[in-house]
């Protein structure tokens, strides 16, 4: 069983940057793909971005170009750089873990994460 705890969140003004962490435990997640979702208030949890153990990475076409997924050196963390943020980022931001070692096709999808924290919440004010 794996528990993932994100850490990071918080209140900041349009074009800043805030970089989000998610620790996982209770066994390796070193193979894992590991994702972000997020969920605004109102509306469905989306699929954010992913990477996977070979640092292979996948986003959302609203973040790319602003946001970085990255696995943390021992491979147990992973990180979503967020620049030039905007309102509508504000949402509550999950880590998610999928057991398979690579990404494919349906790896945006939360159906095909096993494991997830429990979200921490990111604010974006005009």
């Known amino acids: 069983q794996v528990q993932l705890v994100e850490s990071g969140g918080g209140l900041v003004q349009a074009g800043g940057s805030l970089r989000l962490s998610c620790a996982a435990s209770?066994?390796?997640?070193?193979?894992?793909?590991m994702a972000w979702f997020r969920q605004a208030p109102g509306k469905e949890r989306e699929f954010v971005a992913a990477?996977?153990?070979?640092?292979?990475?996948k986003y959302a076409g609203s973040v790319k170009g602003r946001f970085t997924i990255s696995r943390g050196n021992a491979q147990n963390t992973v990180y979503l750089q967020m620049n030039s943020l905007r309102p509508e980022d504000t949402a509550l931001y999950y880590c998610?873990?999928?057991?398979?070692?690579?990404?494919?096709?349906?790896?945006?999808?939360?159906?095909?994460?096993?494991?997830w924290g429990q979200g921490t919440q990111v604010t974006v004010s005009s």
């Open positions: 209770g066994r390796t997640v070193i193979h894992y793909v």
């Open positions: 998610a873990a999928d057991k398979r070692s690579f990404l494919h096709t349906r790896s945006g999808f939360q159906d095909e994460y096993g494991s």
């Open positions: 990477a996977s153990w070979n640092a292979n990475t």
